[in-house]
């Protein structure tokens, strides 16, 4: 079964600070990964994934096979990117479905 | 470009009442989904259809019931609702196509329910 884990709940940096929010998934084949942010009044959206390999508001992440994860990082926060993150993990190819972790909410202090 | 719209934005039930949230999206997608977000859970998946004439459960669809009534529109039913069923509810859809964007999902407004 696959998995998705953000072990933390909540997560306040100041800022200018860097951040790294931690995500851990757990499948057995080759796996597509997300960040997806919700800002606040706002509808979720894809925020960046894996097979792009970009940077998104200065966000990246990058995909670790061996540790099975796919932080998201930034290195200066700013006050907009206070919002909920959700990793989420789809199979590859004819995937259907994601699977989301239970969410980061960042808030970066002034 | 509406993209996705949720139907109602707010609702409050009484236990065993029924009630349907309407899902319609006008960007063609072949596939549509129903979650639920919940306070330490993240999202979970309750019904989803991969294309017009199929539905298919997911993580958490106890409780509910789902129609596909064309390629536009995905329809949840609440058929006697249960305080536990308290939650903002989110549509999606994606285009189901191919690999590249495959699981791209654009999400709806979402819909909260509290069941009293």
């Known amino acids: 079964a696959q998995r998705v884990t953000q072990p933390e709940k909540l997560l306040s940096v100041f800022k200018g600070a860097p951040v790294e929010l931690k995500c851990n998934y757990s499948?057995?084949?080759?796996?597509?990964l997300f960040w997806y942010v919700q800002y606040s009044r706002q509808r979720l959206q894809l925020l960046l994934r894996h097979i792009s390999r970009e940077s998104i508001k200065g966000f990246t992440a990058d995909l670790n096979k061996g540790e099975t994860s796919f932080h998201l990082k930034k290195p200066f926060a700013q006050e907009e990117d206070s919002a909920m993150y959700y990793c989420?993990?789809?199979?590859?190819?004819?995937?259907?479905?994601?699977?989301f972790g239970s969410g980061t909410q960042l808030t970066v202090l002034p | 470009n509406a993209g996705v719209t949720q139907t109602p934005k707010f609702q409050v039930l009484k236990t065993g009442q029924s009630m349907t949230l309407q899902c319609a999206q006008d960007m063609n997608h072949n596939s549509m989904y129903w979650y639920r977000q919940d306070p330490g859970m993240g999202l979970r998946l309750i019904y989803y259809?991969?294309?017009?004439?199929?539905?298919d459960k997911g993580e958490v669809p106890n409780g509910y019931n789902v129609s596909r009534l064309n390629k536009r529109e995905f329809s949840l039913r609440l058929e006697s609702a249960a305080p536990s069923q308290t939650s903002v509810y989110f549509c999606?859809?994606?285009?189901?196509?191919?690999?590249?964007?495959?699981?791209?999902?654009?999400f709806g407004a979402g819909s909260r329910l509290t069941v009293l």
């Open positions: 999606a859809s994606r285009v189901g196509q191919g690999y590249s964007g495959a699981n791209v999902l654009t």
């Open positions: 499948y057995s084949g080759s796996p597509e």
């Open positions: 989420a993990l789809g199979r590859g190819g004819s995937a259907r479905q994601l699977t």
């Open positions: 259809s991969a294309s017009e004439g199929t539905t």
